[in-house]
């Protein structure tokens, strides 16, 4: 046992480590530096080990680690490079949320915005990584539930969870995307809509009406641009170059009633946000094209 020679009082203590008495005593409360006696009077009393203690506690301090980690340390519950590895992850993910909030405000700063896009982007800028993801997850969780295993429904909504998520320093641009997408999945018509989709489909080879899509794109497309009206005689060629000369006119209502069920440009606007968020080039507009499609096989049905 150390003898009283080699004892401090706490203002002692404290003048030679260079820290203010009541630091130390917080400290010492917290039971990070122990006492080693008390005087006559009941005064605490530290010993030589106390000052390599407290300097090894002020330098974990000031790395910014909790008194919970630093007592890890000095317990030798956990080593100081696994406190250290800790605490840069936590650092890491501090970092990328003020990155994210300092893209939100400068969105904030440049555009005029509603109330309620006000309200939205305030929320997005304090939420964490893992609270923006659960947005998107809660609305593929609606989409789905109860949807048959076996539903290609499953994989496209794994596609539409799985790249939500903001980069560390996200561009404006996927800052204004992110918040078009919170409002999309927000909206109970689309919500039910995605879900009626997700309930109806059916996999490729139960469809009753094989549409090639690519001929859609080409043909419909191009008449599209061209200004040419679905009920008009040269839209009746375009559906007949899709679809072939011989189909009933009754099969075009099914089909285009089939095509209409699974057409819908705000789905398609929530895969170009995806697009955008993910640093991607954003796939052309098809929804047009089908939508003249649609309007071409009803046109011609009777």
Known sequence: MSTSAELFTIGRLAERCGLPTRTVRYWSDAGLVPVAARSAGGYRLYDA??????????????????????????TNAATVAEVAAAHVAALDAEIRMLRTRRAVLGTVAKRATSTEETLLMHKLARMSARERQEIIDEFVRFVVEGVEADSPAHGIAENMRRLAELPDDPAPEQVDAWIELGEL????????????????????????????????????????????????????AVVERITGPDVPAADRAAAADEIAAFTDARVERYWTLLAVIAGQ??????????????????AHSG
């Open 49 to 74: 080990e106390a000052v390599a203690r407290l300097d090894l506690v002020r330098t974990l301090r000031e790395l910014g680690l909790g008194l919970e980690q630093v007592e890890a340390v000095l």
């Open 185 to 236: 999945v927000a909206d109970e018509d689309f919500r039910r809509r995605v879900r009626g989709m997700a309930v109806a489909g059916r996999p490729a080879e139960e469809q009753r009406y094989a549409i090639d899509p690519g001929a859609v794109l080409e043909h419909a497309g191009r008449a599209l641009a061209d200004g040419t009206a679905p009920g008009s005689a040269e839209g009746r």
């Open 281 to 298: 080039e954003p796939t052309p507009p098809a929804v047009p094209a089908f939508e003249w499609f649609i309007a071409a096989l009803r």
